[in-house]
Each structure stands twice: as C-alpha cells, then as structure tokens.
C-alpha cells in the first residue's frame, strides 16, 4: 500500500508570496495532520483535520490555514511568507483523531528568500 | 518548562553497544507515547509506540514507560552505524503530537 505522499518536494519562494503545499493520507486514513520542523528542533503540530472539520490547530499565524478534501487529501496554505517560514513542513496521517499512531510523509522543503 | 525534554545529544556509542535515550513529558494527561527515528534531511519514521506502563520490546529496540514519573526511553541494543539518525519523543493526549527537540546518536564503527 502507498503511504503517506506530500507535493512538492521542495519549494523556493520569495518573501510574501503564497505557498500550497499538498499531502494525500495512506488509504483508509481519515486524519490529516501538519506539522512544520525547523533545522534543529522538533516538528510543531500547525493543524489536524478529521472528515473535512478542523479538530485542533497549533500557535501559528493566521497566515497559516488548510483544508481537507472528500478524498481525505489535504492542502496546507501560507500567506506573505516570512524568511522563519523556511522549514520542512510534514504531513501526517491517521486512523482518527485520537491516540492512534501518525504516519509521516516525505515532508516539503519550503525556502524563503 | 518544556512540554517534552530530551536529552542533549549528541550521542556515540561504539558499535555493538547499547544506547539509552531518554524523555520527560509534563502533561499527566498523554495517553500514547512514540519513538521516531529522523535520517538527516528525512522525515521522522515510527520506531515503536507505548501505551501502557513497563517494557514494550520490538527486535533490537526496548521502549519503556513510567507515568508515575513522566518518563519515557528507548533502549537500543546491538546499535549499529545505521541506527546513526536523531530519535524523536512524542506524547500525546490525543490528537496532536507534541515532540522533544530530538537525540542525535552516533554510532561508531
């Protein structure tokens, strides 16, 4: 089975674009997760969707915001990118909402210039 | 206070050697706890998850739990030079994942 895939890889944008970056969950997941990793620090939790509803969000910026689709894809936007925003940004997924176990994907690598 | 403290890395161990890595966690609430293993410029790949208190054994890795003290390990026995990476703590009380900064361990040959 196919795990958890992320589009694209790798991004450059320059300050104050916009970014969407895309994750498809493992088959049978219902659970989207984003996280964003810093060089050097653990991934911090941005957002969880469950069947299309938001179930918690992290201490990020309104600039930050996703949604999650009828297939159970997931679209993670950022507005007027910040230098800081240079990050890998990590999809994962799950059974639910819980405390069942998340999966990560190959993550983006997103550089701001 | 820190919601999940690792301890500082780096770590190295000789290879064939056994290495202790270590995490406290501060809400009494987690439920489920987690080891990921990061390859540098990869994302974070599950090792083991534990749920309940004691030893929890898979292959080579031994987590173990005690809620009474907010601690969490991972035991690696054997280590090799591809165990080399940076471990990852998570707890959660549901939903989200809450991470440590991670353990980088190095393992010499």
């Known amino acids: 089975d196919a795990g958890v895939t992320q589009s694209p890889t790798h991004l450059i944008k320059t300050r104050g674009q916009h970014v969407t970056l895309r994750c498809s969950p493992i088959s049978g997941h219902k659970s989207v997760s984003w996280y964003q990793q810093v060089l050097g620090q653990g991934p911090q939790f941005i957002f969880q969707y469950y069947e299309k509803e938001e179930r918690g969000r992290g201490n990020f910026p309104d600039r930050f915001s996703a949604r999650q689709f009828p297939n159970y894809s997931s679209e993670l936007n950022v507005n007027a990118l910040l230098l800081g925003d240079s990050a890998l940004y990590l999809c994962a997924s799950s059974s639910g909402t819980g405390v069942e176990t998340q999966y990560f994907g190959p993550g983006t690598r997103l550089l701001v210039l | 206070q820190k919601e999940v403290e690792q301890n500082s890395g780096p770590l190295s161990v000789p290879e064939g050697a056994i290495a202790s890595l270590n995490c406290t966690y501060s809400d009494r609430g987690s439920q489920s706890f987690f080891w990921y293993r990061q390859y540098s410029g990869k994302s974070p790949e599950l090792i083991m998850s534990?749920?309940?208190?004691g030893d929890k054994e898979d292959g080579r890795f031994t987590a173990q739990l005690n809620k009474a003290s907010q601690y969490v390990s991972l035991l690696i026995r054997d280590s090799q030079p591809s165990d080399s990476a940076t471990y990852l703590c998570a707890v959660t009380p549901g939903g989200k994942l809450i991470f440590g900064q991670g353990t980088e361990l190095s393992v010499k040959p």
């Open positions: 534990i749920y309940s208190n």
